[in-house]
């Protein structure tokens, strides 16, 4: 059965592997993975992986749970799947290693887990060291690190295909923390002379080639997400949301709109009630301040975002111009999604991965 009149979220898969492209020939001679964890962003990580493996020849994928592994694992049998969460049970490493998963190993007591359930089948099994260099967040400490270097042991039957750390402030060019971490990362090559390793997410690409070691971890700006924020964006829009005009009225006096009648519409205003709501991920926070784009023009989002419906304010538009069935574009190339996000008092990655499951994915 085919239906449209829903909230569809378009992804563009042509501009995904320019994207990837783009960001893969800054890196190089590194290799480019993608960071496909939370269903890419919300794009649908089945599809992504396999278009970018097939498509553009990645070869690397990371995602955050050993699920989310399996899901990636289900359409590419031979593509290198890493697992932020890493091991912390027997059982999640006897699940890794069945799926031909690849822990991030974040510390020593992951390392151990993995060593030992290593052990249990008599055979060398890839792992990725994570060591934190002033994230503060996942990885072990230099310290922690520098005893892998140094007991051999510890890392027996373990094959560590990279050493990673993480960026906590590469979208800012000129943080002081970007040089902290990578004079610490420089500790940490010193350690394992004859290793690999991996340090930047997208924005760190834009850091310089210093920052790009063997293996670059991008996700945002696969998705289209700005990694260069003082900058214009380098990287083509992907995700198209948009939402069917369900229904249009001219006020005949003056009326409230809305729950809470927070927007006041005077006599004439003309409305268009749209078929997308918080339950969708539009954020409510978009309620007064968000806009709409339809047929050429843009117009404001009228009173509060609620769980289905949103209404737009179209007075300005000329009558006639929009049709009931009309699609209105919520976050696209005339509503960049990293400025929507800014309106909204959030960051792009949130206003992605919030697109909900009732919003089908259209791949084009
Ligand atoms: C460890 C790690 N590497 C890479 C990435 C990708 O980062 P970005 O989406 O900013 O490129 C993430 C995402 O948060 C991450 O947690």
Redesign the pocket.
């Known amino acids: 059965m085919s239906f449209i009149s829903a909230a569809t979220a378009i992804i563009d898969l042509d501009a995904l592997c320019s994207n990837y492209r783009l960001l893969a020939d800054k890196a190089a001679p590194a290799e480019a993975s993608a ?1 496909v ?1 939370a269903n890419a ?1 919300g794009l649908g990580a089945t599809m992504v992986a396999k278009t970018l493996a097939e498509r553009e020849g990645c070869r690397w994928f ?1 995602v ?1 749970t050993i699920a989310e592994g399996i899901e990636v694992r289900s359409v590419l049998p031979d593509a290198h799947i890493g697992v ?1 969460y890493g091991a912390n049970h027997a059982e999640d490493a006897a699940a890794i290693a069945e799926h031909g998963l690849i822990p ?1 190993l974040n510390s020593l007591e992951q390392v151990s887990v993995w060593r030992e359930h290593a052990a249990t089948l008599g055979k060398s099994h890839k792992a990725i060291v ?1 060591v934190d260099t002033g994230m503060t967040r ?1 990885g072990m400490s230099l310290e922690d690190a520098a005893q892998l270097a140094q007991d051999a042991s510890l890392l027996a039957g373990i094959e560590v295909a990279y050493f ?1 750390s ?1 960026l906590a402030c ?2 800012m060019l000129h943080h002081p923390l970007n040089a902290k971490q990578a004079a610490r990362f420089k500790q940490l090559e010193a350690l394992f002379p004859n290793a690999k390793f991996s340090f930047s ?4 690409i834009f850091l310089g080639k210093g920052f790009h070691k063997d293996l670059v ?6 998705y289209g ?1 700005n ?1 260069t924020p003082d900058e214009r964006n380098p990287m083509r829009v992907v995700v198209t949301v948009q939402a069917p005009v369900l229904q249009q009225r001219i006020l005949t006096e003056d009326e409230c709109v809305g729950y809470g009648a927070t927007f006041k519409a005077s006599k004439g205003a003309r409305l268009a009630v749209v078929g997308i709501g918080y339950a969708d991920g539009l954020l409510r926070s978009l309620s007064n301040r968000g806009k709409a784009y339809i047929n050429g023009y843009t117009v404001p989002i009228a009173g509060i975002v609620s769980m289905d419906l949103t209404v737009l304010d179209v007075s300005s538009v000329p009558e006639g111009v929009i049709k009931d069935g009309d699609m209105a574009e919520l976050i696209g190339t005339h509503l960049e999604a990293d400025k929507v996000a800014e309106t909204a008092g959030t960051i792009g ?1 949130e206003l992605f991965t919030s697109i909900t499951s009732r919003v089908k994915r259209v791949y084009k």
């Open positions: 960071v964890k962003y990371f955050a932020f991030v994570q996942a990673m993480h590469a979208e997410n997208s924005s760190g971890r991008p996700g945002m700006a696969l997400l990694p990655y």
